[in-house]
Antibody
Framework: LQLQESGPGLVKPSETLSLTCTVSGGSISNNDYFWGWIRQPPGKGLEWIGIIYYTGNTYYNASLKSRVTISVDTSTNHFSLKLHSVTAADTAVYFC?????????????WGQGTLVTVSS | QSVLTQPPSASGTPGQRVTISCSGTISNIVSNYVHWYQQLPGTAPKLLIYRINQRPSGVPDRFSGSKSGTSASLAISGLRSEDEAVYYCAAWDDSLSGPLFGGGTKLTVL
């Protein structure tokens, strides 16, 4: 299984950050797993953003919930992240990952990560 | 506020045994499984230990995990230079209704 993030590396303040995670080597519709986004500001730790099930059910970190939208496209085997009204504090490496189950913190496959810088 | 607390740094010499602690609360470590991730410089985190003490295929048995009460620990025996990395604990948090990561421990092999 492989996951690959893609999207712009530079976003202006107040605009929307949009990333896609393409899953290969397995189906995103596998009902055993959830799919998630995690970010890591430069030199800092990991922060969970949200997770999605192939049915479209989503669960978001309360601290970001008002600005986050995660969606899934089972026909193309990818899921996406939109983070609205970004500021410099949203500058981070964004990872997509597979979650073993809801109620767990077991992310067993990760993308390589993509750096998104928020700057004018 | 839900937090998993780890020491910011740890160190050891080759061949030594080191442990990294992770302190939490009833809403995370006590109630749910603890997992550990290893992040080498410039790479994505890698699942190192899952469900307290299980190792994914390919992870050496030098790595082991345990849990007691509100704390969990990662032990690395026979320390090697390639173990130099940042280690994160993680657990589902029932208050957050989501996964929670510790702040990370940077392990230096002297």
């Amino acid at each position: 299984l492989q996951l690959q993030e893609s999207g712009p590396g530079l976003v202006k303040p107040s605009e929307t950050l949009s990333l896609t995670c393409t899953v290969s080597g397995g189906s995103i519709s596998n009902n055993d797993y959830f799919w998630g986004w995690i970010r890591q500001p430069p030199g800092k730790g990991l922060e969970w953003i949200g997770i999605i099930y192939y049915t479209g059910n989503t669960y978001y970190n309360a601290s970001l919930k008002s600005r986050v939208t995660i969606s899934v496209d089972t026909s193309t085997n990818h899921f996406s992240l939109k983070l609205h009204s970004v500021t410099a504090a949203d500058t981070a490496v964004y990872f997509c990952a597979r979650l073993g189950a809801y109620g767990e913190a077991e992310f067993d496959y990760w993308g390589q990560g993509t750096l998104v810088t928020v700057s004018s | 506020q839900s937090v998993l607390t780890q020491p910011p740094s740890a160190s050891g010499t080759p061949g030594q045994r080191v442990t990294i602690s992770c302190s939490g609360t009833i809403s995370n470590i006590v109630s749910n499984y603890v997992h550990w991730y290893q992040q080498l410089p410039g790479t994505a985190p890698k699942l190192l230990i899952y469900r307290i003490n299980q190792r994914p295929s390919g992870v050496p048995d030098r790595f082991s995990g345990s849990k007691s009460g509100t704390s969990a620990s990662l032990a690395i025996s026979g320390l090697r230079s390639e173990d130099e990395a940042v280690y994160y604990c993680a657990a589902w948090d029932d208050s957050l209704s989501g996964p929670l990561f510790g702040g990370g421990t940077k392990l230096t092999v002297l």
